[in-house]
T-cell receptor
């Protein structure tokens, strides 16, 4: 079975840094994706981690610890446009490698 | 570059009616997926396809059928719509099942009365 947990909602201030956590318990592991989804729109790809460590892409970074079943998405210099849902998805060989999504974290950025 | 296109974008059905949602991708992707998204539930996989002529069940397949007769198209059918199928449906595609991300369509908002 697969269990992927994310906080339901977070709030932060414009210009600040926020960390969105994702923990997973799966029968196997073969990669973790982060997606951003603005209200009423399609999810869009942010990052992919398969090895332990930090991947940096501009203001966004993603970290993975396979031994702890843990990932986080770090957003720096928050902007109002970063208000969105952030979805964590895990690829499990036991699930035919098809990514399974967590319920998503709704991030609200206020001035 | 259209990417993944879903039609229709909105639809209202009565209980018991049938309909087909169409997904088309122009990226020559092998894998295609249908998800539903409900408040507080995240994206749940309905059916998927790993190539032309193949389909497989996902997490919540009951009440839905799919077909992948052409590589670029993936159809989702509701034979007898039920109010529990009111949802936003997203189609996605990916080049393969390895480290390639999924590309999503804009969604179909379906209401069953």
């Amino acid at each position: 079975g697969q269990n992927i947990d994310q906080p339901t909602e977070m709030t932060a201030t414009e210009g600040a840094i926020v960390q969105i956590n994702c923990t997973y318990q799966t029968s196997g592991f073969n990669g973790l994706f982060w997606y951003q989804q603005h209200a009423g729109e399609a999810p869009t790809f942010l990052s992919y981690n398969v090895l332990d460590g930090l991947e940096e892409k501009g203001r966004f970074s993603s970290f993975l610890s396979r031994s702890k079943g843990y990932s986080y998405l770090l957003l720096k210099e928050l902007q109002m446009k970063d208000s969105a849902s952030y979805l964590c998805a895990v690829r499990d060989p036991g699930g035919s490698y098809i990514p399974t999504f967590g319920r998503g974290t709704s991030l609200i950025v206020h001035p | 570059n259209a990417g993944v296109t879903q039609t229709p974008k909105f639809r209202v059905l009565k209980t018991g009616q049938s309909m087909t949602l169409l997904c088309a991708q122009d990226m020559n992707h092998e894998y295609m997926y249908w998800y539903r998204q409900d408040p507080g539930m995240g994206l749940r996989l309905i059916h998927y396809s790993v190539g032309e002529g193949t389909t497989a069940k996902g997490e919540v397949p009951d009440g839905y059928n799919v077909s992948r007769l052409k590589k670029q198209n993936f159809l989702l059918g509701l034979e007898s719509a039920a109010p529990s199928q009111t949802s936003v449906y997203f189609c996605a595609s990916s080049l393969d099942s390895l480290n390639q991300p999924q590309h999503f369509g804009d969604g179909t908002r379906l209401s069953i009365l």
